[in-house]
């Protein structure tokens, strides 16, 4: 296996509170890594921690991409972006009042060349390019289910869609790693198997590695290739979603009886 990101010894601490504590594991290329655990347990803020939202206190996160090794935790938000990280939020943040295309094209515009200068004078160049980006965009809505509500308001799709719409933002940027915080809250049964589906065909198409918080226990033991369990900021237990959901502290912190 290949690493891609390797956490060593992360910490994120709020005054006195130990929000994440010690953290190390590593995401391997091309895997689905699920990240579960009780609500509270740091999840979200390893992920604030991965992607430059936040200092860690202490520790290490090392980006092993195939053209650059680095150290992102001294990264800014965007520069993580450019990296080749892309992010989804546990609460929607979708441009309310712009089209699901273009909430796809924001994203994309993130990769553009062109600067202020040329979207202002629009050469020949910046044209070509924006036609380019606003046809990658089309076939990322594809992609996630969304081709036939391009035009729609991101207030007036459905919740499930909204979900799909933040995926289809996050591809926009080309990652290699993407990360998705609880895609599955809030969608009914099955809208979590279509999502289930899409993201298994994110990982095989688009070869891209998945970094997933879930609570939907079904969703994240079906699709994970290993699991890593938080609880009060600490890692309880990692390893394949079988041997996970037999392991007793696992068990005692989250799963309770049902999944033994
Ligand atoms: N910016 C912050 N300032 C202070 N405390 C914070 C901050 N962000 C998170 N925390 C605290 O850190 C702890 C971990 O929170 P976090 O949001 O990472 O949990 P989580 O595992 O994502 O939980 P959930 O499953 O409910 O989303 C909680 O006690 C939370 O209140
Ligand atoms: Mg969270």
Redesign the pocket.
């Given at each position: 296996m290949t690493p891609l990101v390797v956490l060593d010894r992360v910490s994120?601490h709020?005054?006195g509170?130990k929000?994440?504590e010690r953290i190390s594991f590593t995401i391997n290329q091309g895997l689905i890594t699920g990240l579960i655990?009780?609500?509270?347990?740091?999840?979200?803020?390893?992920?604030?921690c991965i992607t430059g939202m936040?200092q860690p206190t202490s520790g290490s996160i090392t980006w092993c991409g195939a053209e650059k090794s680095c150290l992102l935790n001294r990264l800014k938000p965007h520069q993580v972006t450019r990296l080749g990280l892309a992010r989804t939020f546990?609460n929607i943040r979708l441009f309310a009042n712009m089209t699901a295309l273009e909430n796809v094209m924001v994203g994309r515009h993130i990769q553009s060349r062109a600067g202020i200068l040329g979207a202002i004078f629009k050469p020949a160049r910046v044209r070509s390019e924006e036609q380019e980006i606003i046809s990658q965009a089309r076939r990322i809505l594809g992609l996630v289910g969304l081709a036939d509500r391009a035009g729609g308001l991101a207030k007036n799709l459905a919740y499930g869609e909204q979900r799909r719409l933040e995926i289809a933002r996050a591809l926009a940027t080309e990652p290699q790693l993407l990360l998705l915080?609880?895609p599955a809250a809030g969608l009914n049964p099955s809208e979590t198997e279509d999502l289930d589906a899409l993201i298994k065909k994110l990982q095989q198409e688009l070869r891209l590695t998945i970094l997933l918080?879930e609570?939907d226990m079904k969703l994240v033991m079906n699709i994970s290739d290993e699991i890593v369990v938080?609880d009060h900021?600490e890692l309880i237990a990692q390893g394949p979603p079988a041997v996970v959901a037999r392991d007793r502290h696992v068990i005692a912190a989250y799963l309770g009886e049902e999944f033994c």
């Open positions: 994120k709020f005054g509170l929000a994440v655990g009780p609500n509270g347990a740091g999840k979200t803020t390893l992920f604030n936040y546990q915080d609880e918080i609570h938080l900021g």
